[in-house]
């Protein structure tokens, strides 16, 4: 059986500080059979200088004005040709530079592939774990409770990926997972880290309406009172946490 190409799909604008250590995380991976897509949302402050510094080892490089992240990703989705495809935004990294040869390796050629995410910080430092773990088994079921599965850390067939639901400005990846998991028949955790996540990003700097966003994702997905009922829940377990560890981590 030929080896998947996995299409990894990176969105940036203005963020020259971190941008190449996306690059770097995914243009040195052992696997090579990797389909790389860089959409940049026409940045000003040289961010595309960056990219262009690697474009002979990137597959694809739009750099034009988008309405948005999700217009950007939904841009990103099209172009991508890949058997799999993978969401990897500016400043967050692949666990390691055997990251993918593991997620070919151990996924099996399930529907989609998961795995666990560290969270870093501004200067690179590795800072812990996000509050939730990924679960054994996934489904459109799993993220009732929250998104338990980083984004960053799900590889998703390109064949059941539709595109971004721009209703959405900040929470529409939840809306795209679950839509696709629906789709999956075979899932399958690794059980190792194969993401590092870049925290503060846009959906906790307007976090409000990142939550308002997602409650009415799950109450569409999963019903109104199971929905409230599952709120419920997820604010009990935040109170726990925050009993516990005393902060919160996404």
């Known amino acids: 059986m030929s080896l998947p190409n996995i299409s990894i799909i990176t969105v940036v604008y203005n963020n020259v500080r971190d941008i190449e250590y996306t690059l770097k995380s995914v243009l040195d991976q052992t696997y090579k059979n990797i389909e790389y897509?860089?959409?940049?949302?026409?940045?000003?402050?040289?961010?595309i200088d960056i990219i262009k510094a690697y474009e002979d080892r990137i597959s694809k490089i739009i750099s034009e004005k988008d309405k948005g992240i999700y217009d950007a990703m939904n841009k990103g989705l099209q172009a991508a040709t890949g058997d799999y495809v993978l969401f990897l935004n500016s400043g967050?990294?692949?666990?390691d530079l055997n990251t993918i040869q593991q997620i070919v390796e151990k996924g099996n050629n399930a529907?989609?592939?998961?795995?666990?995410?560290?969270?870093?910080?501004?200067q690179r430092h590795i800072v812990g774990n996000r509050r939730h773990t990924a679960p054994e088994r996934f489904d459109w079921k799993s993220f009732r409770y929250g998104m338990n599965v980083c984004h960053q850390a799900i590889y998703v067939k390109r064949i059941i990926a539709e595109p971004y639901d721009q209703q959405y400005q900040l929470?529409?990846?939840?809306?795209?997972?679950?839509?696709a998991a629906k789709k999956a028949k075979i899932t399958v955790n690794i059980h190792q880290y194969v993401?590092?996540?870049?925290?503060?990003?846009?959906?906790q700097k307007r976090h409000q309406q990142s939550l308002r966003e997602r409650y009415e994702i799950l109450k569409k997905h999963y019903g109104t009172i199971p929905n409230v009922i599952n709120h419920c829940i997820i604010a009990f377990r935040?109170?726990?946490h925050r009993i516990i560890h005393g902060k919160t981590r996404e």
Do not use: P
């Open 37 to 47: 897509i860089v959409v940049d949302g026409a940045s000003t402050d040289g961010t």
């Open 92 to 95: 967050d990294e692949l666990f």
């Open 111 to 122: 529907d989609i592939i998961y795995g666990e995410t560290k969270l870093v910080d501004e």
């Open 171 to 179: 929470s529409a990846d939840i809306d795209w997972i679950i839509r």
């Open 195 to 203: 993401a590092k996540y870049l925290v503060g990003g846009m959906s």
């Open 238 to 240: 935040l109170l726990k």
